[in-house]
């Protein structure tokens, strides 16, 4: 079984799956990351995507494009956002209790929308779906090892860019600058003039966005079909990669790569013939791994934060 | 900006009412020249605070008429008044630390080049202004590593850096170390050389004598007065801000202590991080005596009191009350002694802001029989009891079941000092009793301990403000990096020079205590 599995990372094969695992995950936690940094965290990214899933597929199917189907996605997705937002600004809702409530509304609105209009209680596959591109690189995908860089998915490389670019915010604009100061100390922000309210709006516009993108990847991007809650758990996991991550863009791409690979090789071992392992537990391997990963990193933190600090002060006999 | 305009600022009969019915300003005139250094004084809650809120844009006035070089405005928020050159270093700072020193003071506003910061030449103008003005700091170095003086002073250069030529300062030396208010108002003079308006919100009289060239004073939401500094004398400020003459001290009695009461012997405490903030302290209290501990705060005096009162456990060494050795006793065994702490922080660990004065009086003594009768309490006991306190130590309130929350720092205070000393402790901790406290309240507490202490009560005094040190103790203990380097009678030959000496630099006195002993 090992070998089988070596081979797969030989060949390469591996990382084209991980890279398709990882990508709605990825655009998931920069989207969150955006939230997080104003001070919420966003525990509705499950119900952003869903609805994303669910509107970027019907509305592909109808117009036979997949770029509609994303944009109609990312509307659904940025509607559900700001209705998070409302709550938690403007009627101050806790944020964790709404999340919840929004992502149980999500799952229900799709199912309720799918039995009425296409009169299945399941999942729906609808004929005419688009499928959103794969980029192949002419010259690269012949060279070996580089061919790697060939043959994902349009949004693989969005959810790659968008953490370059999150990071770009961040840490070079000023807008990154006046965005994790309200995250960080409101009251300071607000004193010299900045709209906080404003800034937490546009972050979770981004986050809707973003998240939008990775719903329609889902539905329209790795299959061409929904399926009631066919997140499963994508938001959650992208929560735990951004803790994984530090709340930083580069340590959220780290996180969820390692999240990707332990996905990729439950299905490789899934798919090897003859296995006697119940697949419950191998399907159980990427989130123990999650688990396990931020264990980890929470006792590592907690080391950094109780040892002892570098003294500043000489020796008193010096 | 022309000369001409004599008034910078002018403010005309100001109101502000907040939606509760609290009336904060009822009819304020304040004027402020330029180039000029203009103290505002008057007890907490006298409305000063207020009205430079209104002032900045961050509380909308009731009724009034504000001008700003002759022209009337009315500003919604913070930016209108950045815009219009104004800036405002508060009391809490607004300062984001996690960011650099240089990114807290663009904040807000960033120079750009294209899309992205540009953190060179922003860089650039802060040293520039940093040098002019004297305010040394490290662009590069992240705020939360800062000193407190270091961060007011990255407060400063961020006003400086929007082109403010009105800065207000409020309570600015409420945390600085005697040298850092020198270095501070160094600063400000130079400014104001320059032409710019500097608003300086304080009630410590004698920072206004330093420094200020007009001062304006006051009380109960109304302006009392406009005065030139150089034409008026300590006395007539404090006059016009209490209302009346300061009551005169109650002096320490000569009283032979004898009885020992407290003692620590040879105290080592780590902090939670493991490192060693107290080192090898002994010292101890008679009856009838203060014990002041003076010293710049974060030397170790907030890990010697929780190792006293069990929030910490002392690595080594032993502590004893009245010849019984109480080390690491849990805090709930030491709160039945006959021991009152007052502790530094009255927020967080002197009261529960949401209950009210009475459930706070109360909080230490639930259990004594006073209090409750089997499973319930005896409110009617209760009430009484907290009326006869608050009439006692004359707290300003609206009656006993007030939260404390609602009221004043300085009324805050009052009930936690009434609280522990109303259980006649035979041992007094007080950390900080003052810190951020109106003026009459600072005297009626001072005499309280003094009269705690006529009456045979051993006080551990410990406190960053050397005035009280001197005011209060009997000896003196200088802390230096966790060490008591120096302890020493308290008579007249004590300067305030002498004890910053010893807790500015503790090491080098070192060598002569070894001599000595």
Redesign the interface.
């Given at each position: 079984m090992f070998r089988f599995l070596f081979q797969q990372v030989l060949n390469l094969s591996i990382f084209t799956m991980v890279f398709k695992l990882v990508a709605p995950v990825l655009l998931a936690a920069i989207g969150g990351l955006f939230c997080g940094k104003v001070g919420v965290m966003n525990i509705g990214l499950e119900g952003a995507m869903l609805v994303s899933a669910f509107f970027s597929i019907v509305v592909n199917a109808m117009t036979g494009n997949w770029f509609f189907g994303i944009l109609a996605g990312c509307a659904a997705s940025v509607f559900i956002c700001l209705m998070l937002a409302f709550f938690i600004f403007k009627y101050k809702a806790h944020h964790i209790v709404s999340g919840f409530a929004i992502n149980t509304f999500a799952s229900a609105i799709t199912v309720f929308l799918l039995q009425v209009f296409f009169g299945s209680s399941g999942s729906y596959q609808p004929a005419g779906v688009q499928m959103i591109p794969v980029v192949n690189i002419p010259v690269l995908e012949n060279i070996p090892v580089v061919s790697l860089l060939s043959g994902h998915s349009f949004i693989v490389w969005i959810a790659f860019l968008s953490v370059i670019l999150c990071s770009?915010v961040f840490y070079?604009?000023?807008f990154g600058?006046?965005l994790?100061?309200v995250g960080?100390?409101v009251?300071?922000?607000?004193?010299?003039?900045?709209n906080d309210l404003k800034i937490k709006y546009v972050a979770f516009i981004i986050c809707g966005i973003l998240c939008g993108i990775g719903g329609a990847f889902l539905s329209t991007g790795t299959t061409s079909m929904f399926v009631r809650d066919m997140t499963a758990g994508n938001g959650f996991i992208a929560l735990a990669v951004i803790s994984l991550g530090n709340s930083k863009p580069y340590g959220v791409l780290r996180g969820g790569l390692i999240f990707g690979f332990a996905n990729a090789i439950a299905i490789l071992i899934e798919t090897y013939p003859g296995l006697t392992i119940p697949s419950q537990f191998i399907q159980a391997i990427p989130y123990i791994v999650t688990i396990l990963m931020l264990s980890i990193h929470t006792i590592q933190n907690n080391r950094k934060m109780?040892?002892?600090?570098k003294?500043i002060?000489?020796s008193?006999n010096? | 900006m022309s000369t001409d305009i004599q008034n910078v600022i002018e403010m005309k009969d100001m109101y502000k009412i907040y939606p509760n019915g609290t009336v904060a300003n009822s009819g304020v005139n304040f004027c402020a020249k330029r180039g000029e250094i203009h103290a505002l004084v008057g007890e907490n809650g006298a409305g000063k605070s207020t009205l430079m809120k209104v002032l900045f844009g961050l509380e909308e006035k009731t009724k009034g008429e504000i001008r700003i070089l002759g022209k009337e405005v009315n500003f919604k928020s913070p930016k209108d008044a950045i815009q219009n050159g104004m800036g405002m270093v508060h009391q809490e700072f607004m300062l984001v630390p996690s960011y650099t020193v240089a990114e807290n003071i663009a904040l807000g506003n960033e120079k750009k080049k294209k899309l992205l910061c540009d953190r060179r030449s922003e860089k650039e103008q802060i040293n520039q202004i940093s040098k002019q003005f004297g305010l040394a700091v490290e662009p590069d170095e992240p705020v939360y590593r800062l000193s407190v003086g270091a961060k007011q002073r990255v407060e400063i250069l961020r006003v400086l850096y929007n082109k403010a030529r009105i800065i207000i300062l409020d309570e600015p030396t409420a945390v600085l170390t005697p040298q850092e208010t020198d270095e501070l108002f160094r600063s400000l003079r130079l400014m104001a050389k320059d032409g710019y308006t500097i608003i300086l919100i304080t009630h410590k009289i004698k920072e206004v004598m330093d420094i200020s060239d007009a001062v304006t004073v006051l009380r109960n939401g109304k302006t009392i007065k406009t005065l030139k500094t150089s034409e008026t004398c300590p006395e007539e400020i404090t006059r016009l801000m209490i209302g009346r003459q300061l009551k005169p001290k109650i002096g320490r009695t000569d009283r032979k202590a004898e009885e020992l009461v407290f003692k620590v012997e040879n105290f080592n405490v780590l902090d939670r991080r493991g490192v060693l903030k107290v080192k090898n302290m002994s010292f101890d209290i008679k009856a009838g005596e203060v014990f002041g501990i003076a010293g710049v705060e974060g030397n170790g005096q907030s890990e010697l009191v929780d190792a006293i009162i069990g929030f910490l456990k002392p690595s080594s060494g032993k502590v004893f009350y009245k010849g019984k050795d109480i080390t690491g006793a849990s805090t709930s065994d030491f709160r039945k002694e006959a021991i009152g702490y007052i502790p530094d922080d009255r927020n967080l660990r002197g009261s529960s802001l949401n209950q009210s004065i009475a459930e706070n009086f109360v909080i230490c003594s639930h259990g004594s029989e006073k209090f409750h009768k089997g499973l319930f309490l005896k409110w009617k006991d209760i009430r009484e009891e907290s009326k006869h306190l608050i009439r006692e130590y004359e707290i300003r309130a609206d009656g006993e079941m007030a939260p404390v929350g609602s009221m004043s720092g300085g009324n805050i205070q009052k009930v936690i000092v009434a609280r522990e000393l109303s259980k006649k402790p035979d041992l007094l901790i007080a950390c900080q009793p003052t810190r951020g406290v109106d003026i009459a309240s600072i005297e009626y507490i001072h005499n309280k301990i003094i009269e705690q202490r006529n009456e045979g009560t051993a006080v551990l005094l410990i406190s960053a403000e050397l005035s009280e040190i001197m005011g209060l103790s009997d000896r003196i203990g200088m802390l230096y990096d966790g060490e008591l380097v120096a302890i020493r009678k308290n008579d007249e030959t004590v300067t305030e020079n002498e004890i910053g000496k010893y807790i500015l630099n503790g090491r080098q006195k070192q060598k002569e205590r070894e001599g000595q002993e």
């Open positions: 770009i070079k604009t000023p600058a006046h994790m100061a960080e100390n009251q300071a922000a607000r004193s010299v003039g900045i109780m040892g002892p600090v003294k002060s000489g008193v010096g | -």
